[in-house]
């Protein structure tokens, strides 16, 4: 024990930056299209709408970070303590 992050830690922006991360990688999967691009091709203005209420935002793929450093960096932006 004593690995990984405990989700008690977490806030919800916490959760909105791993998910603007995770959902703007491309994937091959999507023929290299991200979640948040088919989304959007999908639901249009909707998807905005339903991706700002969320507070997930699409990520330029040369700063994703897939790791816990990508929610510390916001974390230290306002203020809060690091993750680990």
Known sequence: KGRGIAFDDLHTRDLAILMSHLNSQPRASLAMSTPI????????????????????????????????????????????????
């Open 37 to 84: 691009s088919l989304l959007k091709g999908a639901l249009k203005e909707e998807a905005d709408v339903l991706l700002d209420a969320l507070g997930i935002e699409e990520v330029a793929y040369d700063v994703l970070d897939m790791t816990v450093e990508a929610i510390n960096r916001e974390r230290r932006k306002r203020g809060d303590k690091p993750l680990i």
